[in-house]
């Protein structure tokens, strides 16, 4: 009997800065509908071997770093189609000789991501494709269970953190091969915790998060809890920074620099992290942030709540009698959510 299918629909999001709908290309679409159709039917043996680190790494290995997949010209021709600005980029175009310098590229983030002054707003870690949620049943934007299960996605032997965040809000922050695929501090605070979690590396295409159920808390991660309620902080409460690697991910490298990208250092528990700063570089491919907050304690931007519940989109993501669930394209350092204040 069929548990699982994929099919090759069209999937559309919503560009932020114009509203306009765009569709998106989908990175190597064939590829993960061979991998995902009827994924359950293959077998556990396969499936374990799809998703493994070595497959992973291979497929990585061989996409960026072979002969095949050093050349830049191919990528370079792929990110103009993707509508890129190599301007942005810190070091010369013409020194970004391979796919694998092409997709680590550092950019003048200063210049090209400007960031809201206000202390209290939660900014989008990443450039990403995103949508939002909540974890109570009461919230008109209850989506519990549909990307991941909370207790798997923050460890089950985290249970003050998932008892922290367990009616929480939380955004899923989409990273395509094309983007620029350093993190940013979203929020201003200090490291209450940071841990890795083992897990497997199933693709961020929307086909592979719909063929397999909850898949950003199976996938290998790295979790930052960031106290936000302290001196200098954004004080939106506890903030959860999910860091998940995806396929063709080898590794999650944190690279916390207070200014540009200078002095790198993996953030550690007590250091104060500025909002904004960049955090921590995907190599390479795609790959998915996920934020949790506290319960009661923001409010997403309201593009972005609107945006997801637009007619005329076509979406692979749907919640509930197959209504559509649309992602908004969203730049990094950008206004996402704002500190709710209670009287």
């Not at 509203?19 to 995902?36: F, H, K, P, Q």
């Not at 590229?105 to 002054?117: E, G, K, N, S």
């Not at 929020?187 to 397999?212: D, K, M, T």
Request: glycine share 8%; hydrophobic share 40%; aromatic share 10%.
């Amino acid at each position: 009997m069929r548990r699982h299918s994929w099919r090759p629909l069209r999937h559309q999001y919503i560009e932020r800065h114009s509203a306009a709908v765009r569709t998106e290309r989908l990175y190597g679409d064939r590829i993960v509908s061979l991998l995902y159709a009827d994924v359950w039917e293959k077998g556990p043996a396969l499936y374990s071997l799809l998703t493994a680190t070595w497959t992973s790494r291979l497929l990585g290995f061989l996409n960026y770093d072979s002969m095949l997949g050093s050349k830049a010209a191919g990528t370079l021709a792929f990110l103009e189609r993707s509508g890129v600005d190599l301007r942005e980029c810190v070091e010369s175009p013409d020194r970004l000789d391979t796919a694998r310098k092409l997709f680590e590229r550092q950019i003048r983030y200063w210049d090209c991501r400007p960031m809201p002054d206000q202390r209290d707003v939660a900014v989008c870690p990443a450039d990403a494709r995103i949508l939002v949620g909540s974890l109570s049943e009461v919230s008109s934007l209850f989506l519990k269970d549909k990307f991941f299960d909370l207790e798997e996605l923050l460890g089950r032997d985290r249970r003050s953190w998932c008892r922290t965040f367990e009616t929480g809000d939380f955004a899923i922050l989409r990273l395509t091969p094309e983007k620029y695929h350093y993190t940013h501090v979203p929020v201003a605070g200090r490291v209450a915790a940071i841990y890795e979690i083992p897990g497997r590396y199933h693709s961020c295409n929307p086909g592979a998060v719909v063929a397999v159920v909850t898949p950003h808390s199976k996938n290998r991660r790295v979790v930052t809890i960031l106290e936000t309620d302290v001196p200098g902080g954004s004080e939106v409460g506890a903030v959860a920074m999910i860091e998940v690697a995806a396929l063709m991910i080898g590794d999650i490298a944190q690279c916390y620099s207070a200014e540009r990208y200078r002095i790198p250092q993996p953030a550690a528990p007590g250091m104060f992290l500025r909002k904004g700063a960049p955090k921590s570089l995907f190599r390479p491919g795609g790959s998915t942030v996920v934020l949790l907050f506290e319960p009661g304690r923001v409010a997403f931007a309201e593009d972005i709540v609107r945006n997801m519940s637009r007619a005329g989109v076509e979406s692979r993501f749907s919640v509930g009698f197959g209504r559509g669930l649309v992602e908004t394209d969203v730049m990094a350092r950008s206004p996402l959510a704002r500190a709710v204040r209670h009287r």
